[in-house]
């Protein structure tokens, strides 16, 4: 069975970055598309980014594009999430999603 866990989150200064990683176990992600989606207190989950299982097409939302880069590495059947330029606004829980399992989250905190 498919489980997911987040880490990589913490706090940051605006401008910083941080990279989260989204590690499977149970199965391979191989055959799964992988989103990252935060929720801010307050706020519904938005999506952010995802990559296909099929040939690693990417897909990012305006709030995030040109700022964050999705990838994965099959060897480690791990996708990650690198951040750059955070600002205060991306302040939120982190959750990595294949199919219909979600993790746990991370929190990221933009803060100076």
């Known amino acids: 069975q498919l489980q997911l866990v987040e880490s990589g989150g913490g706090l940051v200064q605006p401008g910083g970055s941080l990279r989260l990683s989204c590690a499977a176990s149970?199965?391979?992600?191989?055959?799964?598309?992988i989103g990252w989606f935060r929720q801010a207190p307050g706020k519904e989950r938005e999506g952010l980014s995802c990559?296909?299982?099929?040939?690693?097409?990417?897909y990012y939302g305006d709030s995030v594009k040109g700022r964050f880069t999705i990838s994965r590495d099959k060897d480690k059947n791990t996708v990650y999430l690198q951040m750059n330029d955070l600002k205060a606004e991306d302040t939120a829980v982190y959750y990595c999603?294949?199919?219909?399992?979600w993790g746990p989250g991370t929190q990221v905190t933009v803060s100076s």
């Open positions: 149970g199965t391979t992600l191989d055959y799964y598309a």
């Open positions: 999603n294949a199919g219909t399992v």
């Open positions: 990559i296909s299982s099929r040939d690693g097409t990417t």
